[in-house]
């Protein structure tokens, strides 16, 4: 009979997200997280095979935390609404946040799982009314892009020290406003030039 665990499989996730958020994914171990429980590793053996197994647990947390983060904004904006969502997320987990964007690793296989909604959501903004899919897509992707750039930087101290939140979203705002009226104006042109070439051909 398998020796009866004293902490629970949520306890045992507990300490190895608590490691990772302060020295980094790639600094769970089995015994650190004992060491953490002020346990011996036996515990830890009952619930997880393997260090792998638990590492996908603390990634999985860690995605939890991200999205609801992103519910938590819920603006009407969601590529706005992400942007602030990885602002705070880049603050508040740097270490985790480094781990997971800035470094080369297999740990998130897919980036944006929740594209197709993030575009279904986009597509109930009035502000971005009539604008075909693939726009939509591509206003997200230049988003994520900017956000993430602006993430790094708040992830590594890189902002000037007086750069706060107030004036992130103001960036965030600038950014998204300004990726709206380009893509407005290109679909603007497009269909002046579509009905300019039917007349044409008249």
Same mark, same amino acid.
């Given at each position: ?7 629970? @499989?949520?306890?045992?996730?507990? !300490? ?6 302060? %020295?980094?994914?790639? $600094? ?5 997280? !004992? ?13 997880? @095979? ?30 706005? %609404? ?16 480094? %781990? ?15 594209? &197709?909604?993030?575009? &279904?959501?986009? @597509? *109930? &903004? ?20 900017? *956000? ?13 020290? %007086? ?12 950014? $998204? ?5 380009? !893509? ?11 009905? &300019? *070439?039917?007349?044409?051909? !008249?």
């Amino acid at each position: 009979m398998a020796p009866k665990s004293k902490f629970t @499989k949520t306890q045992i996730i507990d !300490a190895a997200f608590e490691i990772a958020r302060t %020295d980094g994914i790639d $600094a769970i171990t089995i015994r650190k997280v !004992a060491e953490k429980l002020g346990s011996s590793i036996a515990p830890i053996y009952v619930n997880f @095979k393997d260090v792998d197994e638990l590492v996908q647990e603390v990634i999985a947390r860690t995605l939890a935390i991200s999205r609801q983060l992103f519910a938590e904004q819920n603006t009407g904006h969601p590529f706005y %609404d992400i942007g602030i969502a990885s602002l705070r997320f880049a603050k508040e987990y740097s270490v985790l946040f480094r %781990d997971l964007v800035m470094k080369k690793n297999d740990h998130l296989k897919v980036r944006h799982p929740e594209t &197709d909604l993030l575009v &279904d959501m986009m @597509k *109930q &903004d009035p502000e971005l009314e009539g604008l075909p899919e693939e726009e939509l897509k591509t206003i997200l992707l230049k988003m994520q892009i900017f *956000q993430t750039g602006l993430s790094v930087m708040a992830a590594n101290g890189l902002l000037p020290d %007086d750069f706060g939140e107030e004036a992130l979203v103001g960036l965030l705002n600038g950014a $998204a406003e300004d990726m709206m009226a380009a !893509a407005r104006l290109r679909h603007a042109e497009n269909h002046q030039n579509n009905s &300019d *070439q039917t007349g044409g051909s !008249a």
